[in-house]
């Protein structure tokens, strides 16, 4: 029978790292309940190769559109190397779903200081469901590396005053 021993300094260590944790789980917890943010996920499938061809996701149906019950649903193509439309504009602190589907490849939607971030994985349509609080002009960027032109790879997102 022998003992395990640990040493003294890998023992607080180890409670630093469960402390560590606790806290990153705690962090993440909390937004996730308390401030609404998490990751989208929205399983629904689509064939990249003919998005254009007819549908929602044809080039005639891109774009704003306001719903019967006041909220707005944007309907956008990802591709090399850029979001189509490539200006977009909604109303502030009025709910917008973002529905999002990538030409060809791996591609992300985010806007900064905002939920809207997304994977836009090649064969599925992503759904995004926001409400920008503050008015004014926000880039809306490429955040998965997709080629050469990644980094030009963005749209405007105009927020207008809207309702009060
Ligand atoms: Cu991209």
Known sequence: MSMIHIDPLEKRWLWA???????????QIYYAAAENMHPP???????SAKLHLSGEFAEDNLGVK?????????TMVAARY???PQEIEV???????????SFDVLHGVHVPFSNMNTMVVPGYVSEVHTEFQ???SFPMICNE????????MYSKLHVTAGKS
């Open 17 to 27: 790292i469960g402390g560590m944790l606790a806290i990153f789980w705690g962090v």
């Open 41 to 47: 996920s929205n399983v629904e499938v689509i064939d």
């Open 66 to 74: 306001k719903e019967a019950d006041g909220s707005y649903t944007v």
């Open 82 to 84: 850029g979001f189509y």
């Open 91 to 101: 109303p502030a602190k009025t709910p917008v779903k973002l529905r999002i589907a």
């Open 134 to 136: 503050t008015p004014g």
């Open 145 to 152: 590396y997709c080629g050469l032109g990644h980094d030009y």
